[in-house]
């Protein structure tokens, strides 16, 4: 009888572990979309207009002042060229005016040990966007990311999120993209664009 129960409460507990595991990572899964969408509200709620026209600054934070769409890419998707297809398509079906006022790409990669060793990481995979940017007439600016953030939304490839600002919704596509939705993605940027 006490084996029984020994073993009962050893199976009781372990059901009790997988439970908080469980609730961990939904908690977890809650916080980055919670996150995500006060970082989207805050930038919906920002008129376009109220971005300083300050040419010094850095390409990169005058493109954040009117992001209303990430490129979330890995760094080892630029080692598999089938994988870039579908950016590329995306890229050619945009007007370079929406790439360079819309869209921010992050670059998420696995940072190296050590501070020194990390920001060497990542003037490299900086240095390496511009290459590729340059060859394939990419016009939309990208930062560097080493933080587990992006990595969470990073399963299958690369993720375009879409703040559609009419229906106040965060939308999230995986290239390659399915049937339409190019053309959505393109309606809503481009609509974006036209405006004042």
């Known amino acids: 009888m006490n084996r029984n129960e020994e073993?009962?409460?050893?199976?009781?507990?372990?059901?009790?572990?997988?439970?908080?595991?469980r609730r961990r990572a939904r908690l977890l899964i809650f916080v980055r979309a919670a996150a995500?969408?006060?970082?989207?509200?805050?930038?919906?709620?920002?008129p376009s207009s109220a971005a300083p026209s300050n040419k010094d600054r850095p390409e990169t934070a005058r493109g954040m002042d009117r992001c209303r769409c990430w490129v979330l890419m890995d760094i080892e998707s630029f080692y598999c060229a089938p994988c870039l297809e579908p950016l590329l398509a995306?890229?050619?079906?945009?007007?370079?005016?929406?790439?360079?006022?819309?869209?921010?790409?992050?670059?998420?990669?696995?940072?190296?040990?050590?501070?020194?060793?990390?920001?060497?990481?990542?003037?490299?995979?900086?240095?390496?966007?511009?290459?590729?940017?340059?060859?394939?007439?990419?016009?939309f600016p990208a930062v560097a990311d080493t933080g587990p953030f992006f990595r969470g939304f990073l399963k299958d490839g690369i993720v375009v999120l879409l703040a559609h600002e009419g229906r106040n919704v965060l939308l999230s596509y995986t290239l390659p993209l399915k049937a339409g939705q190019l053309e959505?993605?393109?309606?809503?940027?481009?609509a974006r664009a036209e405006g004042p």
Do not use: N
């Not at 995500?36 to 920002?46: D, E, F, G, P």
């Not at 929406?98 to 990481?121: K, P, T």
């Open 184 to 190: 959505e993605i393109v309606e809503i940027l481009s």
């Open 36 to 46: 995500l969408a006060v970082v989207s509200l805050w930038l919906l709620s920002r």
């Open 7 to 21: 073993v009962l409460r050893a199976v009781s507990a372990s059901r009790a572990a997988d439970r908080l595991s």
């Open 90 to 139: 995306l890229c050619r079906a945009l007007p370079a005016r929406v790439q360079e006022d819309r869209i921010l790409g992050v670059l998420v990669y696995e940072a190296a040990g050590g501070d020194e060793r990390s920001e060497l990481r990542s003037r490299i995979v900086l240095k390496k966007w511009q290459g590729f940017r340059k060859t394939h007439d990419i016009r």
